[in-house]
């Protein structure tokens, strides 16, 4: 036990010891400890953003549908744009986007 000798008293001390070890459970092998703390705060963090971008998406639908069911051209406009429908006397042209690739 001469080992324990060279060791000042107060880190032997049994309360040292037995907070230490509390903390090294809470900090490290917990279920809640840092590293999942970490993790859950960038998650909620990116369900934020995404929530933020699904409210805003969701406000211009309903701005583009409350549109459509008051006038009657631009329920016209919009068949055009998004199905390529086209009247009776009407030839369709589609032209594609150039792409990125030579």
Not at 30 to 42: G, H, I, S
Not at 54 to 71: N, P
């Amino acid at each position: 036990m001469k080992i324990l000798q060279h060791i000042p008293s107060w880190l032997r001390s049994k309360y040292l010891i037995t907070l230490a070890g509390f903390a090294a459970i809470m900090l490290f092998l917990d279920k809640n400890d840092l590293f999942t703390q970490a993790e859950r705060r960038r998650e909620l963090r990116e369900l934020r953003q995404n929530k933020d971008y699904y409210t805003k998406a969701v406000a211009a639908e309903r701005k583009e549908l409350e549109a459509l069911r008051k006038d009657p051209s631009a329920l016209e406009k919009y068949a055009r744009e998004k199905y390529m429908m086209k009247r009776d006397n009407e030839d369709l042209f589609i032209v594609p986007e150039k792409s990125e690739k030579p």
